[in-house]
């Protein structure tokens, strides 16, 4: 067979050659990192003359390693749940309870650290759904749709009564805040909440709120619902703002509100997030001002957060723990949830007759109602163990390469 004779790249046998030659250097540096790997866990003093002479040799090869030693270890740190101890514990919120008595302006910013009393996973926890899904797990939707609103909801509602608490702002999606009881001119949903849906097209944007998850057909960048304006017919969308995507609705997320809240606060109260989202949203932080000028930060969470060296304190402690020890410290009661209560009853636009099969989520029911009639829950026991749509979980695919499939 004759060779490629169009005179312009290498030949095939150029390639080939190149090509083994690159692939020898790869196995050629994979040993050299296996063996300075091998030799860097022995103790310095058990090296041979002739180790150590490997070791110069491959000096960046040791460094490189090393590098990459400290990077894991400072990783598992970071992810690893930390637990102050009773009397630390006891000693920090006393000093977190007179910073509430002394706030002039106190914001409250939560995470998915507060929901999971209510089986709500959090999101990078050792069980939360991004660990699981990376592990290969799938996600339980049957106590998601049965949430409600935890110890800490019932505690922030409480401290906005009280007037200790000006605004909240929360990057959840559980509706669990509104859930509470707590004013939505209090809240601020930065990532949507699943149980509202609007029509963007009437003017000013028409808000549906349902009584189930209105998300299971939705995700990045398809924010279709299914269902229709009852007014003008258009297609309704859910609210939920996913990674990658910038959150434009006026409501739930309330940006305004937020901005505002952070801008006028003296201190901002931190409950279970990894801030690793929220750190982003530079006018929740006040960073254009100087550190001495910015509000106070005080941080509840069991793992590392990147604004951890910022505050005035951090507790490590789970939220309920602490909601719970510091409502005793400022002498309030915790009222308990009341499903009478629930203002989601009020607010919901029930579907029409013909709607009732839009959806195959499970719906709340009102208290002392019936059972829900409009969705087939009894057929979806088996199948929707596991989430399939939705907001839960999202996103978790972006950046992460496809595995090829073992054929
Ligand atoms: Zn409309």
Known sequence: MAEEADGGGPSRSERKALEK???LQRESERKIFSLVGRLLKKPEAERSEEEAAVL?????TAEELCRRQVRRNVLKRKQEEVCDDVEELKTKIRLLAAAIKQANRLVVYTGAGISTAASIPDYRGPNGVWTQLQKGRSISSTDLSKAQPTLTHMCIRTLHKEKLVKHVVSQNCDGLHLRS???????SELHGNMFIEVCASCSPVREYVRLFDVTERTSLHRHGTGRRCHHCGDELRDTIVHFGERGTLEQPLNWKGA???AEAADVILCLGSSLKVLKKYACLWCMN??????PKLYIVNLQWTPKDDLAVLK?????DEVMSLLMEELNLQIPAYEKADDPIFSLAT???PEEGNTHSREVISPPGGQEDCSADTEEQTDEASSVQGGWFGRGYGKGRRKKKKAS
């Not at 110069?56 to 960046?60: I, K, N, P, V, Y």
């Not at 009881?181 to 809240?187: D, E, M, Q, T, V």
């Open 21 to 23: 030659a690159r692939i």
């Open 56 to 60: 110069r040799l491959h000096r960046d």
């Open 181 to 187: 009881g707590l004013p939505r001119s209090a809240l």
């Open 259 to 261: 901005a505002e809240a």
């Open 289 to 294: 001002r100087p550190a001495s000028k910015r």
């Open 315 to 319: 507790i490590n402690g789970k939220c």
């Open 350 to 352: 029930p579907l029409l």
